[in-house]
């Protein structure tokens, strides 16, 4: 089954405690994104990569970590978590080769609190 | 800048039908998307459109275009309680795999 995962869903840490989400693909997808999502803010890209050793900044970087050394993957690092960071995650990917919709494909996301 | 809005909330009864509405301000916008979030899940694509489109139907849904205003419209016929989630409005240009999201709308279907 064509299908993003995300690793954990659920996560409770404290202040600078370093993480990592974990998000991969079966697609074969080269375009993949993290997002996160707070009420009354919708979807904020954090960082994206447009192919293997290929990242780049989102609209909302700060404090976030990302790396793209196989096709499949694409980890989000949280290097020193603060509650600012505490969101709903979801990664996605995508291939603007393929039949033209760009129709990008969602985890399930994670959510994280840090206390 | 790029930027998309919609309204937040829309209530509505069953049977009856749903409109969401959505404004872009990218006239280079080349596919505009619905997606929908049910309660604890990931989004899923609903339907798109190109932007050399009017309109769209697919079953019970039908997506108009309004290019000259740049306003995007989702309509959800016989509005179900299993159509309560959020819908998000979204823009991307031909050969970008950027999407742009609005803040999107949250439909409550009341029985």
């Known amino acids: 089954e064509a299908q993003v995962t995300q690793n954990p869903r659920y996560l409770i840490t404290v202040t600078g405690k370093k993480l990592t989400v974990t998000c991969s693909q079966n697609m074969n997808h080269e375009y993949m994104s993290w997002y996160r999502q707070d009420p009354g803010l919708g979807l904020r890209q954090i960082y994206y990569s447009m192919n293997v050793e290929a990242t780049d900044k989102g609209d909302v970087p700060e404090g976030y970590k990302v790396s793209r050394k196989e096709k499949r993957n694409f980890p989000l690092i949280l290097e020193s978590p603060s509650p600012n960071q505490t969101s709903l995650y979801f990664c996605a990917s995508s291939d603007p080769r393929g039949q033209g919709t760009n129709e990008q494909f969602f985890g399930p996301g994670t959510r994280l609190t840090v206390l | 800048g790029e930027d998309v809005e919609q309204s937040l909330f829309l209530s509505v009864r069953e049977g009856d039908s749903s409109v969401i509405n959505c404004t872009y301000t990218d006239s280079s916008s080349t596919y505009l998307y619905w997606y929908k979030q049910e309660p604890g899940a990931g989004l899923q694509l609903l339907t798109y459109i190109f932007s050399n489109m009017d309109m769209k139907q697919d079953q019970r849904l039908t997506v108009l275009l309004n290019k000259k205003d740049k306003h995007l419209s989702l309509r959800i016929a016989d509005t179900q309680t299993g159509d309560s989630a959020i819908y998000f409005c979204?823009?991307?240009?031909?050969?970008?795999?950027?999407?742009?999201f609005g803040k999107g709308t949250m439909l409550l279907v009341s029985p």
């Open positions: 979204a823009e991307s240009i031909l050969g970008y795999s950027t999407l742009t």
